[in-house]
């Protein structure tokens, strides 16, 4: 499987292609490409780029997941393809979990059957219907699709939570210029701190 990325929004995001090309030289991927990648640097728009070699994506942590067992091995395997956003902002069954790792799995996500089974026991767990919403590190979309903040809202909690460190009580939500209290009362009891 291959991503086609633009070498100008590689560099956009920080990468020289010098970089790119030593790193993709010497990748020990099965799917590496053959082909000298300076070649491919200097005479194209775009290069393909074998998906084992997205060494230059953004890397997400165990951390910007809610916590739980099995969370790494989700933030692994769930975040090559899309952020953390994707993830937090739904609450699915386990059954309906099941149903988007199958489809993870159909594109090309590569899980043990163990590893399918940790990840799909970590989502139902820690977002599953009645999972907490955790304040400290739920991003825009979670605040939006959980708490039921509008965008400017939620940009309030995330800029607030960033200037003044995190929450321990909703008593601190409260305190969040911008965002209707009542809002957050009305979901006191999702938030986790």
Not at 17 to 37: E, H, M, N, R, V
């Amino acid at each position: 499987m291959f991503f086609q990325v633009s070498c100008s929004e590689l560099s956009a995001i920080g990468f020289r292609q010098s970089a790119i090309s030593s790193q993709l030289q010497s990748s020990d991927c099965p799917g590496k490409l053959t082909a000298d990648s300076s070649l491919l640097l200097s005479g194209m728009r775009y290069l393909l780029v074998p998906v084992c070699s997205l060494w230059f994506l953004p890397i997400f942590a165990a951390d910007d997941l809610p916590p739980g067992a099995g969370g790494a091995v989700a933030a692994k395997t769930c975040t090559v393809c899309h952020g953390v956003d994707n993830i937090r902002q739904k609450r699915l069954s386990r059954d309906d979990w099941a149903d988007v790792v199958d489809e993870m799995i159909d594109r090309g996500a590569k899980l043990t059957d163990r590893e399918k089974e940790t990840v799909l026991s970590y989502l139902a767990e820690s977002l599953g219907p009645n999972s907490k919403l955790w304040v400290n590190s739920a991003p825009l979309a979670e605040w939006k699709a959980v708490a039921g903040l509008t965008v400017p809202e939620a940009k309030a909690v995330i800029e607030y939570r960033k200037q003044n460190g995190d929450f321990h009580q909703i008593g601190d939500l409260l305190n969040v210029p911008g965002v209707d209290p009542r809002k957050i009362e009305a979901k006191k009891d999702v938030f986790a701190f």
